[in-house]
């Protein structure tokens, strides 16, 4: 069965406290990996697609990461205004499935 | 990337009305889509409503309920009948271009609180 798992379910760092976030994923026939963020009653804004295994984008202070089975979101150095939720998605053969979101929380 | 507008943006209604959820995009685009997302919840795809076909309805969701329109390739509006607290969500609208990608579009959302 299809599936997306996104951990943590919710992350507090410091200002400037690097980590990363998990995207976990079992799909037949991958046709993208997707991570969108979303601010509180906002729509998912469209961060990075990934393809396939290796392939790396980087926007700012985030840096998405694929493998075959599981996608990382590297945040580097963040800063309060990151604070959101995450989301990642895939698309399979016929749908998109996404997962259920990070809650990042950035302290200042 | 495609410009999406929703409208409202935001409503309060009675049980047992109904409201119907606009959904503008600013380039033509074969793929829309729409889901509801509770509060806290991730994202659950309603229906797919492709131009010139009917909508895909998914498990849990019917049409009676849902009824969809697609008149052309940069309007649809989503219709959200019969009203209960439990249909008190934000309703967004997607759009897919694959001739370009699969990269879904997201609008801003429609907050649905009924009383």
């Known amino acids: 069965e299809d599936q997306v798992t996104q951990s943590p379910e919710a992350l507090r760092l410091q200002e400037g406290e690097s980590s990363s976030l998990n995207c976990s994923y079992t799909?037949?026939?991958?046709?993208?990996l997707f991570w969108y963020r979303q601010d509180p009653g906002k729509g998912p804004e469209f961060l990075f697609t990934l393809y396939s295994a290796g392939e790396e984008k980087e926007k700012e202070r985030l840096k998405a990461t694929l493998t075959k089975k599981e996608s990382f979101l590297h945040i580097t150095a963040p800063k309060p205004e990151d604070s959101a939720t995450y989301l990642c998605?895939?698309?399979?053969?016929?749908?998109?499935?996404f997962g259920t979101g990070t809650r990042l929380k950035v302290l200042a | 990337s495609a410009v999406i507008s929703q409208k409202p943006s935001r409503d309060i209604c009675q049980r047992g009305t109904s409201l119907t959820i606009q959904c503008q995009v600013d380039?033509?685009?074969?793929?829309m889509f729409w889901y509801r997302q509770q509060p806290g919840q991730s994202l659950t795809l309603i229906a797919t409503?492709?131009?010139?076909?009917?909508?895909?309805?998914e498990s849990g969701f019917v049409i009676d309920k849902f009824p969809i329109s697609r008149p052309n390739l940069t309007f649809s509006t989503l219709t959200v009948s019969n009203m209960s607290p439990e249909d008190s969500s934000i309703y967004l609208c997607?759009?897919?271009?694959?001739?370009?990608?699969?990269?879904?579009?997201f609008g801003p959302g429609t907050r649905l609180t009924v009383t």
């Open positions: 409503a492709n131009q010139g076909s009917e909508a895909t309805y």
């Open positions: 998605a895939v698309r399979g053969t016929y749908k998109y499935i």
């Open positions: 997607s759009v897919v271009d694959p001739k370009f990608s699969y990269e879904q579009y």
């Open positions: 380039s033509q685009v074969t793929m």
């Open positions: 799909v037949s026939g991958l046709r993208g």
